[in-house]
Nanobody
């Protein structure tokens, strides 16, 4: 069982930045990792991902503003710049290891206008 713990969420003003972190209980360097978000009353949506080969993918709504990365050990990050009120949501870390998907508990991001 892989444990994921997100951190870094909070309240920020429009145009501000936050960096989310996700710490896994085992090495995730060669795993698929992603960040999702879910706003109140909306479905969970993919924000950004890194494939096992290192290719990145972003939702159109965050391209040019968000950057996903991971280190060579247990951590993945989501750098979020130029934040907008529509970015307000609970952000979840997702990792797929040995064909099993794991989720963190989520971290709240609130962007105030």
């Amino acid at each position: 069982q892989v444990q994921l713990v997100e951190s870094g969420g909070g309240l920020v003003q429009v145009g501000g930045s936050l960096r989310l972190s996700c710490a896994a209980s085992e090495n995730i360097f060669r795993s698929y990792v992603a960040w999702f978000r879910q706003a109140p009353g909306k479905q969970r949506e993919l924000v950004a991902s890194i494939s096992t080969g290192g290719s990145t993918n972003y939702a159109n709504s965050v391209k040019g503003r968000f950057t996903i990365s991971r280190d060579n050990d247990k951590n993945t990050y989501l750098q979020m710049n130029s934040l907008k009120p529509d970015d307000t949501a609970v952000y979840y870390c997702n990792v797929i290891i040995h064909f099993t998907a794991y989720w963190g508990q989520g971290t709240q991001v609130t962007v105030s206008s």
